[in-house]
């Protein structure tokens, strides 16, 4: 089983890509896992809603090249189902025993997600009402994975 992660920009803070890759250790003897980084738009100042869409659009499809075919993809949105840790291992345990080899999560940028991906997806998966910095959101989501595949006594 092979887990992709699809996220807008690079991460430039340490104590962010240090945890990183400290559940990328963790994670090995559960899983495949590797990270794609997509190039981030620059955002103008006092950006209007057509130079948004834009961003979105020119990110959105480079995400979507990247998505392989056959994958189930999981697109994070703050609007997208809520689930607690344990139901998140279940659905990720039921995904891959389901026949899919490859699960794949993306991650928007700044902006946010452009709408066809969230639409495209199998599901949309909300970590809370809340919204995260998408460069802490990609390490909350591996402590998760991290938790649904390794501790499931726990939750
Ligand atoms: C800074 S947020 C984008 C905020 C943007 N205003 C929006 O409405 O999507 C960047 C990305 O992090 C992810 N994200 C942030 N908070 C999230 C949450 N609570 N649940 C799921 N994904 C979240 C989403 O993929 C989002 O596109």
Redesign the pocket.
């Known amino acids: 089983m092979k887990i992709y992660i699809i996220a807008v920009g690079k991460i430039k803070q340490n104590y962010i890509n240090d945890g990183i890759d400290f559940y990328l250790k963790k994670l090995r003897p559960y899983c495949e896992i590797e990270i794609k980084e997509i190039e981030e738009e620059k955002i103008p100042q006092n950006l209007n809603e057509k130079e948004k869409e834009e961003i979105l659009r020119k990110e959105g499809e480079r995400i979507l090249s990247k998505i392989k075919k056959g994958s189930f993809v999981v697109?994070?949105?703050?609007e997208?189902k809520g689930m607690d840790s344990y139901e998140f291992s279940k659905f990720l345990k039921a995904t891959f025993q389901s026949g899919y080899r490859e699960m794949t999560f993306?991650?928007?940028?700044?902006?946010?997600?452009w709408e066809n991906i969230k639409k495209q997806s199998h599901a949309n998966?909300?970590?809370?009402?809340?919204?995260?910095?998408?460069q802490l959101?990609r390490l909350i989501l591996l402590e998760q994975i991290y938790l649904a595949l390794s501790k499931e006594n726990y939750l």
Not at 106 to 113: P, R, W
Not at 125 to 134: A, G, I
Request: no cysteine; charged share 5%; aromatic share 8%.
């Open positions: 697109s994070l949105a703050v997208g993306v991650i928007g940028g700044s902006l946010g997600l998966l909300s970590f809370s009402k809340m919204t995260f910095p998408h959101m």
